[in-house]
């Protein structure tokens, strides 16, 4: 039986930076997954947006973090070694709908407390992103919002929680909850485990989880996005983030200049079926795979093809000149949608809700922007686990610094000079397009990587314009003589 | 000015190594990188007939094509740079070579760029539906099975009906596989009639003409293609564990576009072969690559 102070359900976003709070905090931890990686989940796919802080309702638990958050991101960012885009957002709008949105955004903004808001008519928007269309009337500019990629991010804290003791367990599902005189006793399909305090932050299926123990109280709803990344260098035509509200509600549109140089079109919402072929599989449902495979593997929400043509024709109402033919991928974004058990579906709830009873927490529905606050969401929640042991300091010993492994392109002709030499690997570059080596392959495996498609997000191989159509088969060989199989 | 060498050479498929080995037999001094273990390119992957009538007079395989040419480059005075990566082409006629353990700058008099093509991806089709294991372009199977040993499914699907496709097709049947269907846009297939004969029709792959793959399924591993039917609409779901898509070459241009002005390439760089255009016969590109090379500037 393993036992730990806390026990997390979940290595998505929120359970890598649950992780890593706790352990400064001088908790024990194990984190139990059910796939065989972080971030497989709701942080899988999403637009890698930190918000500034503008669209929560002022006063709410959501409106704090975010301004918190976004605020911090740069230094978070530098402690993990995560890259960002600090490309600050424009909200745009044509008409006077959008007109009142945008005000609207900007006094709950300025109550928030987000820096450096400013209202701009259509030509100051215009000055500051030449491409876009000569309908926008109005804007909203603000400074902070960054973009990153949020497995990155997601892979970064896990790894510097797993450097300061955390335990993660992949492949873990978990299937018995129950309370003990001094805790938790949590069994998985593989084993069982106890602990003092329990987090349940399992994401798309966080409300089954709950359900395991206690009465049901938050349920989710899952609702799909579509995204349209394109190619390698077309985040070059714009230099913000750009929101735009149109006349037609409900219809908004978002371009992303990625931090991989990609620009990312999204998203589109819709309703995901709850059931049926193209229903996802949150815990206890369905797993199609069948018998003997270990828990649900998500490959995405379904994606529409409607929905992608539809992004790219709207595309053209905020940024007519832009190329959008050549596509790197489409893909869908999972996305829960937490309601009352008993209320109506379609009234979601608003602010963060994290349901606590004795030493359970569980947090479901975390949407956006859930990314944004998974660090301030970890730190808040381990600060009242602490404070409910008596905990009074972090524990000195945690190293908040995650060090970048090494990424032969990010040096330059002298230092990967030198850095080949000594390390041949490095110099046999095994992915053309994004420029990824041998060595950084084997280094992925080395922190934890065992599938192609974990090596892919780790080292950014096979993510260029081929998607690997050339160079699946040699990584994937170099993938096995490092496993040794 | 002094140069490393008179001409490099990037890649050393078919059109690189033609290529180098007309400008060695001329006299020049030739670098020739190519990022694979042995040169051949693509070709390593072919283990399919029909290769060479014209240039050698036999019928060979892409693996046995290649290795004639590795044989003449063995006898000729081009440097072969196995496993190296041509990073970038800089406007001062220099190069960033990358290879184990050797990174290097080579300044030259002219490039041949011989950097080949890489096909469509099925990621960029805007297909509905997950995103699962199992999707792969053909080459990249070729590659997988022919050259590295690796297996993939049982039950496959084409969409796209081209040369490499249907021919791929005849050999994953004959080695046990169920090509359940070749699903093709246009009302008939793809590729050389002879390879139609010779491939397709002998091996009895079913094909669906007039459709498109419009949806995948499956949670981690692929379960199912939607298949449309154009002219009516009509979808219909395929089982099946893999999709192979081959629906074209895209020659790649990512070390010479930096280079371009007002449209044109600096006129010591010359692409040759598959990144100048897609070519269906090997001896025609190689031939091409030869000429192209010996132009004086």
Same mark, same amino acid.
């Given at each position: 039986?393993?036992?730990?102070?806390?026990?997390?359900?979940?290595?998505?976003?929120?359970?890598?930076?649950?992780?890593?709070?706790?352990?400064?905090?001088?908790?024990?931890?194990?984190?139990?997954?059910?796939?065989?990686?972080?971030?497989?989940?709701?942080?899988?796919?999403?637009?890698?947006?930190?918000?500034?802080?503008?669209?929560?309702?002022?006063?709410?638990?959501?409106?704090?973090?975010?301004?918190?958050?976004?605020?911090?991101?740069?230094?978070?960012?530098?402690?993990?070694?995560?890259?960002?885009?600090?490309?600050?957002?424009?909200? %745009?709008?044509?008409?006077?709908?959008?007109?009142?949105?945008?005000?609207?955004?900007?006094?709950?903004?300025?109550?928030?407390?987000?820096?450096?808001?400013?209202?701009?008519?259509?030509?100051?928007?215009?000055?500051?992103?030449?491409?876009?269309?000569?309908?926008?009337?109005?804007?909203?500019?603000?400074?902070?919002?960054?973009?990153?990629?949020?497995?990155?991010?997601?892979?970064?804290?896990?790894?510097?929680?797993?450097?300061?003791?955390?335990?993660?367990?992949?492949?873990?599902?978990?299937?018995?909850?129950?309370?003990?005189?001094?805790?938790?006793?949590?069994?998985?399909?593989?084993?069982?485990? %106890?602990?003092?305090?329990?987090?349940?932050?399992?994401?798309?299926?966080?409300?089954?989880?709950?359900?395991?123990?206690?009465?049901?109280?938050?349920?989710?709803?899952?609702?799909?996005?579509?995204?349209?990344?394109?190619?390698?260098?077309?985040?070059?035509?714009?230099?913000?983030?750009?929101?735009?509200?149109?006349?037609?509600?409900?219809?908004?549109?978002?371009?992303?200049? %990625?931090?991989?140089?990609?620009?990312?079109?999204?998203?589109?919402?819709?309703?995901?079926?709850?059931?049926?072929?193209?229903?996802?599989?949150?815990?206890?449902? %369905?797993?199609?795979?069948?018998?003997?495979?270990?828990g649900p593997q998500w490959a995405g929400a379904p994606t529409e093809a409607s929905g992608i043509r539809w992004l790219r024709e709207r595309c053209h109402e905020v940024v007519p000149e832009l190329d959008t033919e050549k596509v790197l991928r489409s893909f869908g974004a999972a996305r829960p949608r937490p309601y009352l058990t008993g209320a109506d579906q379609n009234k979601s709830l608003r602010d963060f809700v994290i349901l606590e009873e004795e030493q359970f927490y569980s947090l479901i529905g975390i949407k956006t922007p859930g990314m944004t606050c998974a660090a301030a969401l970890g730190e808040h929640?381990?600060?009242?686990?602490?404070?409910?042991?008596?905990?009074?300091?972090?524990?000195?010993?945690?190293?908040?610094?995650?060090?970048?492994?090494?990424?032969?392109?990010?040096?330059?002709?002298?230092?990967?000079?030198?850095?080949?030499?000594?390390?041949?690997?490095?110099?046999?570059?095994?992915?053309?397009?994004?420029?990824?080596?041998?060595?950084?392959?084997?280094?992925?495996?080395?922190?934890?990587?065992?599938?192609?498609?974990?090596?892919?997000?780790?080292?950014?191989?096979?993510?260029?314009?081929?998607?690997?159509?050339?160079?699946?088969?040699?990584?994937?060989?170099?993938?096995?003589?490092?496993?040794?199989? | 000015?002094?140069?490393?060498?008179?001409?490099?050479?990037?890649?050393?498929?078919?059109?690189?190594?033609?290529?180098?080995?007309?400008?060695? =037999?001329?006299?020049?001094?030739?670098?020739?990188?190519?990022?694979?273990?042995?040169?051949?390119?693509?070709?390593?992957?072919?283990?399919?007939?029909?290769?060479?009538?014209?240039?050698?007079?036999?019928?060979?395989?892409?693996?046995?094509?290649?290795?004639?040419?590795?044989?003449?480059?063995?006898?000729?005075?081009?440097?072969?740079?196995?496993?190296?990566?041509?990073?970038?082409i800089l406007p001062d006629r220099t190069a960033v070579l990358s290879g184990p353990g050797r990174l290097e700058k080579i300044s030259f008099e002219r490039c041949i760029l011989a950097a080949g093509s890489y096909e469509r991806t099925p990621q960029s089709l805007l297909l509905g539906g997950t995103r699962p294991a199992g999707v792969y372009t053909a080459g990249c199977v070729q590659g997988l099975v022919h050259e590295y040993g690796q297996d993939i499914g049982q039950r496959i699907v084409f969409l796209g009906s081209g040369d490499v496709g249907q021919i791929l097709a005849a050999q994953l049947a004959a080695?046990?596989?169920?090509?359940?269907?070749?699903? =093709?846009?246009?009302?008939?297939?793809?590729?050389?009639?002879?390879?139609?004969?010779?491939?397709?029709?002998?091996?009895?792959?079913?094909?669906?003409?007039?459709?498109?793959?419009?949806?995948?399924?499956?949670?981690?591993?692929?379960?199912?293609?939607?298949?449309?039917?154009?002219?009516?609409?009509?979808?219909?779901?395929?089982?099946?564990?893999?999709?192979?898509?081959?629906?074209?070459?895209?020659?790649?241009?990512?070390?010479?576009?930096?280079?371009?002005?007002?449209?044109?390439?600096? =006129?010591?760089?010359?692409?040759?072969?598959?990144?100048?255009?897609?070519?269906?016969?090997?001896?025609?590109?190689?031939?091409?690559?030869?000429?192209?090379?010996?132009?004086?500037?």
């Amino acid at each position: 039986m393993d036992r730990s102070d806390v026990i997390v359900i979940g290595a998505g976003l929120l359970g890598c930076f649950l992780a890593r709070a706790l352990r400064r905090q001088g908790l024990s931890v194990i984190v139990l997954e059910q796939s065989d990686d972080v971030c497989t989940g709701i942080s899988r796919s999403g637009s890698g947006i930190v918000y500034p802080g503008y669209d929560m309702a002022p006063g709410s638990l959501k409106a704090a973090l975010t301004v918190r958050s976004c605020r911090d991101f740069p230094a978070l960012c530098r402690d993990l070694s995560v890259n960002y885009r600090a490309c600050g957002s424009l909200m %745009t709008g044509a008409g006077p709908r959008a007109e009142a949105v945008i005000r609207r955004k900007y006094v709950d903004g300025v109550k928030n407390g987000v820096p450096g808001l400013e209202l701009l008519d259509g030509d100051a928007c215009r000055r500051m992103e030449p491409l876009l269309s000569a309908n926008i009337t109005c804007g909203l500019y603000a400074p902070g919002t960054c973009a990153v990629n949020p497995w990155e991010l997601g892979i970064a804290a896990f790894e510097n929680a797993r450097d300061n003791g955390a335990r993660f367990v992949f492949s873990e599902k978990v299937t018995a909850l129950s309370r003990q005189a001094e805790g938790f006793s949590v069994c998985t399909e593989n084993g069982a485990y %106890t602990c003092r305090d329990l987090i349940n932050a399992a994401g798309l299926s966080a409300d089954s989880v709950h359900e395991l123990i206690s009465r049901p109280s938050v349920r989710l709803k899952v609702t799909g996005a579509d995204y349209l990344l394109l190619e390698d260098g077309s985040a070059d035509a714009l230099s913000h983030v750009i929101f735009h509200e149109p006349e037609e509600k409900g219809k908004g549109l978002t371009l992303i200049p %990625t931090a991989d140089g990609n620009l990312l079109i999204g998203p589109t919402e819709r309703d995901v079926p709850s059931s049926g072929d193209d229903a996802l599989y949150p815990a206890g449902g %369905t797993d199609p795979a069948g018998p003997g495979h270990n828990g649900p593997q998500w490959a995405g929400a379904p994606t529409e093809a409607s929905g992608i043509r539809w992004l790219r024709e709207r595309c053209h109402e905020v940024v007519p000149e832009l190329d959008t033919e050549k596509v790197l991928r489409s893909f869908g974004a999972a996305r829960p949608r937490p309601y009352l058990t008993g209320a109506d579906q379609n009234k979601s709830l608003r602010d963060f809700v994290i349901l606590e009873e004795e030493q359970f927490y569980s947090l479901i529905g975390i949407k956006t922007p859930g990314m944004t606050c998974a660090a301030a969401l970890g730190e808040h929640l381990a600060a009242i686990i602490a404070q409910n042991r008596g905990i009074r300091e972090p524990d000195p010993a945690f190293d908040p610094i995650r060090k970048r492994p090494v990424i032969p392109r990010e040096c330059s002709f002298e230092e990967r000079q030198v850095l080949v030499r000594s390390h041949p690997a490095y110099g046999r570059i095994l992915c053309a397009c994004r420029d990824v080596t041998e060595g950084e392959v084997r280094d992925a495996v080395h922190r934890g990587a065992t599938t192609v498609e974990a090596v892919r997000r780790r080292t950014g191989a096979m993510m260029g314009t081929c998607q690997g159509g050339r160079c699946l088969a040699e990584i994937q060989e170099v993938i096995q003589d490092e496993l040794g199989c | 000015m002094s140069w490393d060498v008179n001409v490099l050479v990037v890649g050393g498929g078919a059109a690189g190594m033609a290529a180098a080995l007309a400008l060695a =037999e001329a006299g020049a001094s030739v670098v020739m990188a190519d990022p694979g273990e042995k040169p051949g390119g693509i070709l390593n992957r072919c283990v399919h007939r029909g290769f060479g009538q014209g240039l050698f007079g036999e019928d060979l395989t892409g693996q046995e094509y290649a290795a004639r040419f590795r044989r003449l480059l063995r006898e000729s005075s081009v440097t072969v740079r196995p496993r190296t990566t041509v990073l970038s082409i800089l406007p001062d006629r220099t190069a960033v070579l990358s290879g184990p353990g050797r990174l290097e700058k080579i300044s030259f008099e002219r490039c041949i760029l011989a950097a080949g093509s890489y096909e469509r991806t099925p990621q960029s089709l805007l297909l509905g539906g997950t995103r699962p294991a199992g999707v792969y372009t053909a080459g990249c199977v070729q590659g997988l099975v022919h050259e590295y040993g690796q297996d993939i499914g049982q039950r496959i699907v084409f969409l796209g009906s081209g040369d490499v496709g249907q021919i791929l097709a005849a050999q994953l049947a004959a080695a046990g596989k169920q090509v359940l269907a070749m699903v =093709e846009q246009k009302d008939r297939p793809g590729g050389l009639p002879r390879n139609r004969r010779e491939y397709l029709e002998a091996a009895n792959i079913p094909l669906i003409l007039q459709s498109t793959v419009t949806r995948l399924h499956g949670d981690r591993h692929l379960t199912g293609v939607t298949i449309c039917h154009l002219p009516t609409g009509k979808e219909s779901f395929l089982s099946c564990d893999t999709l192979i898509t081959a629906t074209g070459l895209i020659p790649d241009r990512r070390l010479a576009d930096p280079l371009m002005k007002d449209g044109k390439l600096p =006129e010591w760089l010359i692409p040759v072969g598959n990144c100048r255009r897609i070519y269906d016969i090997v001896d025609v590109l190689a031939a091409d690559s030869r000429k192209l090379a010996l132009i004086p500037q």
